[in-house]
């Protein structure tokens, strides 16, 4: 397998990553392709075509010989084809390719067809959904954000594209970079959270990961850099719905982890589902052109996402099939998905005139340059060996990588009288739907992974070495079990320690899973507050795949683990930390509100004209009746099993226009246990011609400390962290007071101090 790494230095200093990634070769492999002339056998391909082989090369469609996991992902529609159907396709120049197949086996078959018997000789291009791992799974994204630690994600993305090019995939549909901001939506599992900096980083570096050093190299998998653009802004969080905001919201918040993915070297895209101001993302030429391809010079394919270009006429965009064929394709999205309408109607609309001839060459053109890019003109098989398939899957150091990725991923919420870690001699009381069996363990997104292949949190618990530990469900998901929580309370008096293991499934969250309430389930909650009553300890591991609002005796008990969804060693990880093997280092990538119905919450929101005050409650201010406007557990929060303290700041009074400064605070661990801490720097522009938030995350860096050890923490700021969109959305920065923050989380104190930027 190829490797590769980045500076500790990059991984930890925020935007001097995106800088770093913005000038890797990965970035120089990207401006190449932007002005490549193909090699002149496949150029003199593009002559050769009819216009319906060209429309051909433009259509890709799900795989009709699947099965499994991605059957249900994409049902086949009544009276679809069948694979020898599929295949005849194929080899007539109606496809470019199909997406989560059945492996090497399929990939041979379709592959040796097209190149022995079709007329061109095109090879096809297979894509998959390997969202967070293949055979192996990792966290869900979401939870592997959780980290704060982008060359983790850059290395499971490097190890799932290890996995998946051997079953023959060439591209895969990741990573997903919308920004999240309302907990509701189910599809925040599949990013990276909140935040616009965490979220370029990650975009970056997974990008790199499954791209490797070249796109040609037999372990290398093209990235697709979606959902182009603001899905996760959909109103009230309802998947698939409409997006209704300011172009500098847009260009500020959501667009820079797009952007960010691109410059890392991604040669996809793909359309997101949602409108955005009115005009349906699959067709709006000003996004897909004036953005993304006149400013930000993007030279490669834009695909639709599922049927999205068939479904702007249901929006009432496009009047039938072939005006939205022809709305899309104008718009500039590349090839079209499942709906078959490029296939079916591009021919014809160039013959009519509606399309330009110029305009269909220029896009197949450029699928012909991502598939010699990809080495397929080269070798059409380099990525398809059933030997290698086998071999590959889940190997030790995939299994290795998946552990380390869950313990990193995990975020200590609470941990009141130190009860946690636990000791493996006490008696413990394994409790809740999730504390025992082979499902809701690889959690949502999974194409090709098998629960039954995941570990277990009791299989976990048991192989730490726990001595006495008793298994309840107690509980189901989302309805009571006849007799449960009698059984369960029972379990709980005989134990010293109860852990409860409780939270979402894995259909609660991901693609169309939104919530209008985002709480434990009821049954679960009667289970708790039965447990609670015991009086015995409780240390709760949620499972969760958004920022939840806890209530009652979840949100009361001593101690609350964020587990999330953590694939194939799922048990085992848990177990780590919950006997202290290693300590918890997560912290949340997204806030948890104090209620539900608090959402949309964001650390990063505007202070208002009317702020609520940090000290007792005051009338008439932006808050909610039982709330603060503030989370209960906000972005940047999490324990560890050390004792922090921030001390000693240090904060220059004034920045110099074309100068720097360097802030500083001391960060001490005078606790029993070794930690690491994660050091954060927000600042907030005081007074500015368009409003600020009331903080913005800068940088962040992570600490190991010993017991007792004590480490000073430095950070530059220059004028070009402080760059804000001005009136006419041009980037500007204007002197004056900024607040700044060294602190464990975007609500916490931690130091501070101010300076003032002088021109």
């Known amino acids: 397998m190829s490797d590769f790494t980045i500076s500790r230095r990059a991984a930890l200093l925020g935007a001097g990553t995106i ?19 193909l090699p002149a056998a496949i150029e003199a391909l593009l002559a050769r075509m009819t216009l319906e082989e060209k429309a051909g090369q433009l259509q890709l469609n799900a795989a009709a010989w699947s099965g499994g996991i991605a059957t249900g992902l994409n049902p086949p529609s009544s009276g ?55 055979r192996t799974i990792f966290p869900v994204p979401v939870a592997e954000a959780a980290s704060f630690d982008p060359d983790l994600a850059m290395r499971t993305a490097r190890m799932a594209a290890y996995e998946a090019a051997a079953a023959g995939i060439d591209w895969t549909f990741f990573p997903m970079v919308d920004i999240a901001r309302d907990q509701r939506w189910g599809r925040t599992m599949e990013g990276a959270g909140e935040d616009t900096l965490l979220g370029q980083m990650f975009a970056a570096a997974r990008v790199r990961g499954f791209q490797g050093r070249n796109l040609a190299d037999a372990d290398a998998v093209m990235a697709c850099i979606k959902h182009f653009a603001a899905y996760g802004a959909a109103e009230s969080g309802l998947d698939y719905n409409s997006v209704d905001l300011s172009e500098r919201t847009l260009r500020e918040v959501y667009l820079p982890p797009y952007k960010a993915g691109f410059d890392a070297g991604a040669l996809s895209g793909m359309a997101s589902f949602n409108e955005i101001n009115g005009v349906p993302a699959t067709g709006n030429a000003w996004l897909m052109q004036q953005v993304l391809r006149d400013e930000w010079k993007f030279p490669g394919i834009i695909v639709s996402d599922y049927t999205g270009d068939e479904e702007m006429i249901a929006a009432g965009f496009a009047r039938d099939g072939k005006d939205a064929a022809r709305l899309a394709f104008l718009a500039g999205v590349d090839m ?49 060996d059933a030997k290698r398939e086998t071999a590959r899957s889940r190997t030790r150091a995939a299994l290795a990588l998946s552990r380390e990725a869950a313990q990193k991923s995990m975020v200590l919420l609470k941990n009141d009288g130190d009860l946690l870690p636990l000791d493996p001699a006490r008696r413990i009381a394994l409790i809740g739907p999730f504390a025992s069996g082979q499902h809701d363990l690889n959690g949502p997104w999974v194409v090709y992974g098998d629960n039954n292949q995941a570990i277990d949190l009791a299989t976990g618990v048991k192989a730490a070495g726990a001595r006495a530990v008793s298994v309840t469900l107690g509980s189901g998901v989302e309805a009571p079990l006849a007799g449960g929580i009698d059984a369960a309370v029972a379990a709980a008096r005989a134990a010293d320690v109860v852990v409860l293991a409780i939270g979402e499934s894995e259909t609660m969250s991901g693609e169309a899973q939104s919530r209008t309430s985002i709480t434990v389930p009821a049954p679960q909650m009667a289970l708790a507050e039965a447990v609670a009553a015991t009086g015995k300890p409780i240390v709760v591991l949620l499972k969760n795949g958004r920022g939840l609002a806890l209530e009652g005796a979840v949100r009361d008990a001593p101690a609350i683990l964020v587990t999330w ?24 990538p997204l806030s948890f509100p104090h209620e539900s119905g608090q959402e949309p919450y964001y650390y990063a929101h505007k202070a208002t004209g009317r702020p609520a005050p940090d000290g007792p409650r005051e009338p008439y201010k932006a808050q909610w009746r039982t709330s603060p406007n503030a989370a209960l557990y906000p972005f940047g929060h999490g324990l560890t099993y050390g004792k922090v303290s921030y001390a000693v700041p240090v904060v220059p009074a004034t920045l110099a226009w074309d100068g720097r400064i360097e802030v500083a605070a001391t960060i001490t661990n005078t606790g029993r246990r070794a930690c690491e801490e994660l050091v954060q720097l927000y600042i907030r522009d005081r007074v500015a011609s368009i409003t600020r938030p009331v903080r913005e995350l800068k940088a962040f860096r992570r600490l190991a400390l010993a017991p007792g050890a004590s480490e000073t923490v430095r950070f530059t700021l220059t004028r070009a962290q402080l760059t804000f969109l001005g009136q006419d959305l041009q980037p500007t920065v204007e002197p004056g007071l900024f607040d700044v923050w060294i602190a464990p989380s975007a609500q916490a104190d931690g130091v501070h101090g101010s300076f003032t930027l002088t021109h």
């Open 80 to 134: 679809g084809p069948s694979f020898d159907d599929q295949l005849a396709d194929a080899v007539a120049g109606k496809l470019t390719g199909v997406f989560n197949g059945n492996g090497a086996v399929m990939a041979r078959r379709m592959q040796q067809a097209v190149m022995r018997q079709s007329r061109l000789k095109i090879p096809l291009l297979f894509a998959a959904d390997v969202i967070h791992g293949h």
């Open 565 to 588: 969804f953590l694939g194939s060693e799922t048990g085992h990880a848990i177990a780590d930390v919950l006997f202290g093997k290693v300590g918890p280092s997560g912290r949340l």
């Open 19 to 37: 800088a770093a990634w913005a000038a890797s070769p990965a970035r120089a492999l990207l401006a190449a392709a932007e002005g490549e002339t």
């Open 336 to 384: 079209s998905m499942q709906s078959n309408l490029y296939a079916l109607h591009l021919a014809d609309l160039v013959r009519e005139g509606a399309v330009p001839q110029a305009t269909l060459d220029r896009s197949v053109r450029r699928v012909l340059m991502v598939k010699h890019r990809l080495g397929l003109f080269d070798d059409p098989f380099r990525r398809i």
